[in-house]
């Protein structure tokens, strides 16, 4: 079955590095891609998002590089703050074009 | 206003008891979804409402029913639930269904099933 994956379940970095957090995705069908952030105790908030006839998108701070050849997706932060600290979710529109989310990736800002 | 707005933010009920979560959006969206949310796992798809119909139901128990009453609200109406029911329960909407913008996500329920 389709399938979309984190590499990390956890992601620890200090105030002001940058972050990266990646996504694997299984099904090749798949044309459209969302990355949430949802902090504790509130619903999903829309970062960013990229359509498969891309391979980069960029946003405030923010970029998301999508590799189609590996099925591979991924959200980079930039100047990371403890503000960003919270779990991310990547989804796409697999089956039935309806969201399928990943598992989440805890991001831990360290003062 | 960009907002999806769910009543109640809390709920605990008991097995027997009926209740009813309520969500309401006033961005024009014609697809309006419930998802399922457990402790430190990703939102799970319940419902897809599209025109005000039906599209989706995602082998849901019978004692989830969903209601969309007009093209601005949905409810989920509860009825003898399981311990095993209490979790986060997300409404979204987004423009059409099966269109790739995105979905917006109201602030949840959290459900507690004693």
């Known amino acids: 079955g389709e399938s979309v994956g984190l590499h990390l379940p956890t992601l620890s970095v200090q105030e002001g590095d940058n972050s990266i957090i990646n996504c694997a995705y299984s099904?090749?069908?798949?044309?459209?891609f969302i990355w949430y952030k949802q902090e504790s105790g509130k619903g999903p908030q829309f970062i960013i998002d990229?359509?498969?006839?891309?391979d980069k998108r960029q946003g405030q701070r923010v970029t998301v590089l999508l590799n189609k050849t590996v099925k591979h997706l991924s959200l980079q932060i930039a100047a990371t703050q403890p503000g960003d600290s919270a779990v991310y979710f990547c989804?796409?529109?697999?089956?039935?074009?309806?969201?399928?989310f990943g598992s989440g990736t805890q991001l831990t800002v360290l003062p | 206003d960009t907002e999806v707005t769910q009543t109640p933010k809390h709920l605990v009920m008991g097995m027997t008891n009926k209740k009813s979560l309520k969500c309401e959006q006033h961005m024009g969206h014609r697809a309006m979804y419930w998802y399922k949310q457990k402790a430190k796992k990703p939102p799970e798809l319940m419902f897809v409402y599209s025109y005000e119909k039906l599209s989706i139901n995602e082998s849901v128990p019978s004692r989830f029913s969903p209601e969309c009453p007009n093209s601005s609200l949905l409810n989920l109406h509860l009825h003898a639930l399981q311990p095993e029911d209490s979790a986060l329960y997300l409404c979204a909407s987004s423009q059409e269904e099966s269109v790739n913008t995105e979905a917006f996500f109201g602030q949840g329920t959290r459900l507690t099933v004693v």
């Open positions: 099904n090749s069908a798949s044309d459209y």
């Open positions: 989804a796409e529109n697999g089956s039935a074009r309806q969201l399928t």
């Open positions: 990229i359509r498969s006839n891309m």
